[in-house]
């Protein structure tokens, strides 16, 4: 095998180029239609290789993309002069895209289990389906923080919070790609994105500039890159859309290569967004055309263009021309090849062993592991005298009602193909001895929404006027039943990833569209108990019904078997393990409203309310808790001792007081009372706990250097003295100590004297 | 008379810590009650002088106020050892506020007139007002950019445009000192505020941090400060409460020092905000207690507290425990000195001549002046089938009705016992051949709101059952009219300054309050022509009102004659002048939303329509204009000649069209097509034309090096070459030609060749 560098060295310059290109996504090139290939064609197009295509499991069987995958791989390493294998990337925030593969809860739903071991398993999976199809590189995960509610594609992220993010983007990277450098036939090349800040576009408006401070942007949205490099040796990052301070990312030399490369020491690749390249010209307009464009992205420290070489096509020539170094080209092209090496795709290279022995899909398991994911996302918002669960056995008749209870909504990033269990379907295979009826109530969109929903451009909403027979059949049904269920919230043509100017996606105002409230509102007066089930890409406006429901569940798109999920919740087989990952506020007016702001927010306002609706961490369990016996290790550390590795324990008691068996999240804040530098509280560590009614246990979070570091003026990482109020939190109880961080001398007391 | 250097060796230091106080505000100080004044105990406070005394105005007739300060001021200068004057410092940005003062339309309304001409003979009056009383410190303008109608000090601030908000601050500085460096009798110093970037707290709540990169900072934020300082000689600034990524300006020595001193030039008095000192603890927890807080704030750059010496009465004590040097000390005491000896208030100064020759106030004059400000405040938003004007002489019938028209709303700062012509009033003065009828159809808050409001903490809002009679009345008095005028929007009480925890102001609803929406809806149900007049402290949702209304005016508090005002505009005596300063939103959603965003701002929303519902500059005229024949004076000039001060001419031609005369706002927009830092279309010019029908002008816009230059990746500012396309706008008429700036060689063809 030949080092790196003398494969770099062996490829002449339209070789080199042709490795920083994604040269389409399947679907798309013309030199494949369904099952044929044009390999001649193909290799003709890309005589000198290629460095990457895109999505050869969308719309195609698990068979069948394999042996598309096989095919191409074979002829690209036999048939081009450097035979270098190709990147194969697909998109897998929550499941792989693609025919026959597993559909697991949105990322926001994964975020809302707070279990990072769930998320590793997802994640290993994810790989595992995609490797079974001869694709070895996953866009994923999000690591941005979802904090605009209003902004589409908080589905895609694991909520608002940087330590939460950073943990579940960690355990992403440990499932798509294992431990090893060298990744195994059943792992994939990973690829963290957005890079950076790309979770707060302006009025939620997608891939609008971001802005912010340089410490805000550090402490907050660079931190979970930072962990993924650092713990989870990510093999490639995606650099964003938006802008920041009037300088795109894609364009962003500071923070591609200064930051990213130079100070956290990332070694993989660096790739551009879809389209980001030329947007360069077509939206910041800072260059005057797509090979204008290229230059300044691939000099700005990109190392690949995607889906398509639109700028890079012309980075030959640039170089030719004397406008571009080839030393730029060199470096991208050496990022690649690393990449490509970890997946061993480079000359005689061949794949490594199996990791986990375990190349094969068991498809089985994997529908196993959507149900548990799915039955931790959801979050039981609200429970009024203790409605849920229902007891199947006694519950004679039920009306199923809502928009979304029909059709099970899977999300964006979804194969268009793909279906799943619709929360009525599994209702009515779980409360088999209940009459379960049916009826719409009201509609969102004039058709039904589908994953495929997704991809088209214009979407209508439905007519409210056209609902007035079908709310009053629904009203009229629930008159009639025990309990009825409304499952309602957005869908896939309400809010999405809104990619261009003829797609959009996101949403200036949070309420529920259509006449859903009223729906929910009007099956309540009937006086039969009434459970609102709200399935939506994100936070929604649930005032009106949470005012009306008796019980209020909440989940974001909670993957192919989230209907028997629900349906388990609600007949209490299992209990809604979910706790809100982000904020709901009471209104759009409140954005933006999420947990860790700085000391001098939310002030308050006038005629309103400024405290969410329900913060971070919510979410009712179907026993209680209690917390007590808060204790810290030590009461005094010192804050070189704290920079050398030591930890302080932190530990509480938790206790389930109720009659069921059941799990809480349990959480600490660190607050540091007075700093230079102004601090918001925290999130440091959480927990998971499952106790058995009556029954207790103790929780010790170790507080290391992160917990109590701050950025200071200098934008030093730097630990200051002084006093920190730990707070622990567990549902509505909350325990706090301080532990005080000295400077040398005050943490050195005389060692203690021999009697 | 000594040096600023001589009279500073000569003061003690506790000498020097006095002139850093403000010692209280009048009406809060135990020896002043009334018209009661103990200098001896107020001497015995203060043995060492004082620096400032705050609002002797406030409450107090012309007369009291004038001898209280001579007292004060004579007392001062003659008992203490150093005999340096007092300033005394007063709130003034639209009107003096004290008793016997002209009320000026808030400054929003001001910024609506794009009229600085107006702005500065405003600030002129506010100066002579407040010389009058013996005042000669002035804490205005603000300079905020007003981009977040949630915030409740939008009114203070003359719109969210830099380009105008610059202009019209130069203009009240020049109003209020003058241009000589030694300010006249009839001139005051100015007090620029809130350095910077103020007028966008986080979530529109005030003093909530404030996010934003360096750049748009300096270019957008920066700039009108810059401009007061460059152009107006500006004798202070005050620095506002926010922090900036985590410093707070208090405590911000980069920006106040690095920035605003040796960058800016900045050579006045910097000042802290009203209890800003105490808050570096109380709020940003930066400080451990108030003498920390002071020491960090001087150390930064804060060279005064206000209004009381809550950190810095400690300031003395921590120069001799040496935990500050005494530099810092002298430097804010030459800072003070340098401003009082513009005033003439050091050693045996005395007040320079009359600039103007008028020191005496001639109240007559600025009412007239104030009512000339409110006819320019007042914008029609609709006037479907041309309603307005109304014919007075065939008004038989007119109803007057809403929260806001038997009231005058003067808004925040203002004297509480401020009164001024209500819409009712002013209504039934100028309709006097009509029947003029008051039905209050709805409330706001459960007792009507006054200036007095706005300083108490607690507010309620009036019942909305109890408006079923109310409204119900109306209607039918409507049904009866030959128009319904319909007066409603906000008040002191709804949206105003949220100064502290327990005195909140900002809204996170645009919605007007109470059932206002509805009672517009219900008076033009009725058939009878129904006008809406909106006067509101800034943007509110007016969907409703725009739906339901025939026509529609807003303003901002329009002043003491604020009613008189729009009782000429409804007659058509003159016409509603105003164009926004701010843009409308549709929704609340939409936030933040104005006018020069950057390039990828704004995509769209899903469901919701993207685009402002009234944006900046827009006014409908009672008469139309057409505009035609855009030509620039060079299509290519070099970026050098710009640098070197060469101006590009851009000349329109503008007709009145219409059958009245009329005038209209006419702004130049610069959009540079490819900028190596993304920019966004940017305001560079405005002027106001008035014409007879039928009759054409030109106008020609001076283009220089500011229209043309931008914040490069460095931060430099610098003229990029590449085109320019510039547009200008005249109500809804839009004519654009393309600049090209060239380098040097570009720029400088052959010379002409003879023939």
Redesign the interface.
């Known amino acids: 095998m030949h080092s790196i560098d003398e494969i770099l060295a062996s490829l002449s310059i339209e070789e080199k180029v042709a490795q920083l290109w994604c040269g389409g996504r399947c679907y798309e090139l013309t030199e494949l239609s369904g099952d044929e290939v044009d390999i001649d064609a193909l290799l003709a197009r890309f005589p000198h290789g290629v460095g990457q295509l895109g999505r050869p499991s969308t719309g195609r069987s698990l068979d069948a993309a394999k042996r598309l995958t096989s095919l191409l791989q074979a002829a690209f390493r036999k048939r081009t002069r450097a035979g270098i294998g190709i990147l194969f990337n697909e998109e897998g925030i929550h499941g792989l895209m693609g025919g026959e593969a597993t559909v697991f809860p949105a990322a926001l739903g994964l975020g809302a289990s707070w279990d990072p071991d769930l998320v590793e398993a997802v994640y290993t999976a994810v790989a595992a389906e995609c490797r079974a199809r001869g694709s070895n590189y996953v866009y994923a995960p999000v690591l941005d923080l979802g904090r605009d509610p ?1 902004w ?1 594609r908080i589905e895609e992220t694991f909520g608002e919070d940087p330590y939460l993010v950073a943990t579940m983007g960690v355990a992403a990277v440990g499932g798509l790609q294992g431990r090893a450098d060298r990744i195994a036939p059943d792992r994939v090349l990973a690829c963290a994105k957005h890079f950076v800040g790309h979770g707060i576009p ?8 971001v ?6 942007l550090r402490r907050d949205h660079l931190m979970p890159f930072e962990a993924v490099i650092r713990e989870g040796n990510v093999g490639a990052i995606m650099v964003a ?8 990312m894609h364009a962003n030399s500071r923070w591609i290569s200064a930051v990213l490369r130079d100070e956290l020491g990332f070694a993989g690749m660096v790739s551009s967004d879809g389209f980001g390249v030329p947007q360069l ?1 077509t ?6 055309d797509a090979a204008d464009a290229a230059r300044q992205a691939f000099t700005a420290g990109i190392d690949c263009e995607v889906p398509e070489p639109l700028g890079s096509s012309s980075l030959a020539e640039e170089v030719r021309a004397g406008r571009l170094t080839i030393d730029v080209v060199d470096r991208a092209c050496r990022n690649v090849l690393t990449a490509k090496h970890r997946l061993g795709l480079l000359g005689a290279e061949g794949p490594s062993e199996p990791e986990s022995g375990v190349a094969d899909v068991d498809r089985r398991a994997n529908r196993a592991l959507a149900l548990r994911a799915a039955e931790q996302a959801v979050v039981l918002l609200t429970n009024n005298n203790s409605l849920l669960p229902l007891h199947a056995a006694t519950t004679g008749t039920m009306l199923v009602c809502g928009p979304n209870a029909a059709q099970a909504h899977l999300g964006g990033y979804t194969d268009p193909e793909a279906t799943g269990v619709s929360v009525l379907d599994g209702l009515r295979a779980r409360f088999t001895t209940s009459t379960v009826s049916f009826r719409e109530g009201t509609r969102i969109t004039s058709e039904p929404a589908t994953p495929a929903t997704w991809w088209q451009d214009d ?1 209508d ?1 439905a007519d409210p006027a056209a609902d007035d027979t079908r709310i009053v059949a629904a009203v009229g049904a629930a008159a009639e039943a025990d309990v009825a269920v409304a499952v309602i919230g957005g869908n896939e ?4 990833e ?1 990619w ?2 003829d797609h ?7 309420t529920m ?1 259509g006449r859903q409230d009223e729906l929910v509102e009007r099956l309540a007066a009937t006086g039969t108990p009434t459970v609102a089930v709200v399935i939506s890409a994100g936070p929604v406006d649930v005032r009106r019904v949470v005012a009306a429901a008796d019980a209020v569940l909440w989940s974001c798109y909670p993957g192919e078997l989230g209907g028997e999920a629900i349906a388990r919740i609600l007949a209490g087989d299992t209990e809604p393990a979910g706790r809100l990952p982000v904020t709901f506020p ?8 999420y947990s860790g ?12 309310d ?1 405290s969410p609706l329900f913060p971070l961490g919510y979410g009712l369990s179907y026993t209680t808790f209690s917390l007590d016996s808060i204790r810290s290790t030590s009461s005094l550390v010192a804050a070189d001792e704290l920079t050398a590795g030591s930890t302080v324990g932190v530990g509480v008691e938790i206790t389930n007081t109720g009659a069921r068996p059941g799990s809480e999240l349990v959480r600490v804040h660190v607050d540091d ?7 918001p509280q925290r999130l440091a560590g959480f927990s998971r706990v499952q106790l058995e009614p009556g029954c207790s246990t103790a929780i010790e979070f170790r507080l290391g250097a992160a917990a109590f570091a701050l ?1 200071d ?1 200098y934008m030093q990482r730097r630990i200051e003295p002084g006093d920190f109020v730990i707070t622990v939190h567990a549902g509505d109880q909350v325990e706090s100590c301080t532990i005080h961080v000295g400077d040398e001398a005050d943490t050195l007391p005389d060692p203690p004297r021999r009697a």
């Open positions: 209003r589409g302006q009025a939620g408006s997608n891939a609008g500039p802005a912010l401070g340089e410490r805000e859309y938006h802008e920041l301070d009037g300088i795109p010209a939206v910041h307009r800072v260059a005057g979407v909403l043509a309400t809010h999405r809104g261009w100017f959009l996606g996101d949403r200036s105002d949070l569209a009471r209104s759009t007016g409140q954005i933006p409203i702001r700085q000391p001098s927010a939310g002030r308050g306002y006038l005629h309103g400024a009372v007075v700093a230079s530098v102004a601090q950025l003026r």
